[in-house]
């Protein structure tokens, strides 16, 4: 507020009373102006004194304002960083400029199994890993990114540093599992490395053979066709592998979807088991079909691959005994069985039969031309479908491999 008003309205007053005695010394006169120019300026003293303790009791409510207001804008500011640190899916850890861990949310606590809240940084020197990482973004003031591994899981360790007027005030710590991203890159490099040594055994032989046939031009007709029936067997063989390849990376895809429709799951089964039924009676194994009719919403073609792949691995492991299939209606699913008496799984291996590349007696499948992908594809389709896919084996004796698929409607 302008006091100035005030004070330019007493200083008048004043040189009226001053003028006026020099001019016209009148003693009543003066005194009564005296006494005027006196009330006049207590008065104004008084008014001035009041907008004085009114302005500063405005000051002092709008700065209070100011400060609920900030107050709880940063209160809300905390809630939504709260917030956010719960649904992030990430460990968060906060140190401030003491060293003080004064932030720690469910994740990170989950990740090492301690209770980080109210700590100082420095009692987490157990966790070897995580503590240089926090003591370095403490002591450096400046923005770190490291990996370390803490019981088998990977992490991903972020630091940002606090300013706060120039000064440092901490820093933040954001913790990301990485341990499945790492799972899949170690998958893909042994997924790489497995392809390349199946495809390069096929392609050896169709190389070897053809060599030999290109340098003895005086090789006997039986010989020469003999290497031929090899070179083609090897192509077929390789062939097998990358249109299983094929059908893998469709199925790996997240956005891959089957192509349901109502079909008659009986059909279905007797018409691909009628596509191997002449192998099998080749090696005078007994077969025999027993399936409950039933519609169902499935993708018929990956089905029919599924029910080809597990019958052609039943025919390559049973040489003499029987093949069985069965489906039936159980509550709301279709189980189906494909049974045999062949050589049978080890307990132990029953995960590792689904696993890509994965082979019971390598040399028995190879000479058969498969790709050792078909009970993967197998598996990945059951899941697709919603159902679930398991073995149950007794060496010698043979095998049992179930299907239990949703009756979707």
Do not use: W
Not at 93 to 112: P, Q, R
Not at 177 to 184: P, R
Not at 387 to 396: M, N, R, T, Y
């Amino acid at each position: 507020m302008n006091y100035s008003r005030y004070y330019l309205k007493i200083l008048f007053a004043y040189l009226f009373v001053i003028i006026y005695v020099i001019v016209d010394n009148n003693p009543i006169i003066t005194i009564m102006l005296v006494l005027a120019l006196m009330s006049y300026h207590v008065i104004s003293s008084y008014g001035i004194k009041n907008d004085l303790n009114q302005e500063k009791e405005d000051s002092v409510s709008k700065l209070l304002n100011k400060l609920n207001r900030t107050k709880k804008e940063n209160e809300l500011a905390y809630k939504r960083f709260i917030s956010l640190s719960t649904t992030l899916g990430s460990g968060v850890l906060m140190v401030d400029y003491e060293g003080k861990i004064t932030f720690a949310n469910k994740d990170v606590t989950d990740y090492f199994k301690v209770d980080f809240n109210n700590k100082d940084y420095q009692s987490i020197v157990s966790l070897k890993s995580l503590y240089k990482f926090v003591n370095r973004a403490y002591l450096l003031e400046q923005s770190l990114r490291e990996q370390i591994i803490f019981e088998d899981k990977y992490y991903d360790l972020i630091s940002t540093p606090l300013f706060e007027d120039g000064l440092f005030k901490g820093c933040l710590i954001i913790v990301h599992d990485i341990t499945q991203l790492k799972n899949a890159e170690h998958f893909q490099k042994q997924f790489t490395a497995d392809v390349s040594h199946e495809i390069k055994t096929p392609l050896s032989a169709i190389k070897g053979f053809s060599e030999i046939l290109e340098r003895d031009k005086d090789i006997s007709v039986k010989e020469r066709n003999e290497f031929i029936s090899l070179i083609f067997n090897q192509s077929i063989r390789m062939e097998n592998i990358l249109n299983d390849l094929l059908v893998i990376s469709k199925l790996d895809r997240l956005d891959y979807e089957l192509d349901f429709k109502n079909t008659d799951i009986e059909k279905l089964i007797k018409e691909t088991s009628n596509i191997i039924k002449r192998e099998i009676q080749k090696k005078k194994i007994d077969f025999s079909i027993d399936v409950e009719k039933c519609t169902m919403l499935i993708d018929k073609n990956k089905m029919e691959q599924v029910m080809i792949n597990l019958l052609k691995n039943a025919l390559n492991y049973t040489d003499k005994g029987k093949i069985n299939v069965k489906g039936f209606i159980n509550k709301d699913k279709y189980i189906i069985e494909v049974t045999d008496t062949g050589l049978g799984v080890k307990e132990k291996d029953y995960e590792k039969i689904f696993k890509r590349f994965y082979r019971v007696d390598p040399a028995r499948s190879r000479d058969t031309g498969g790709s050792g992908l078909g009970l993967s594809i197998s598996k990945n389709a059951i899941l697709k479908h919603g159902g679930v896919i398991s073995v149950k084996s007794e060496l010698e004796k043979g095998t049992t491999f179930t299907i239990e698929l949703p009756r979707k409607k």
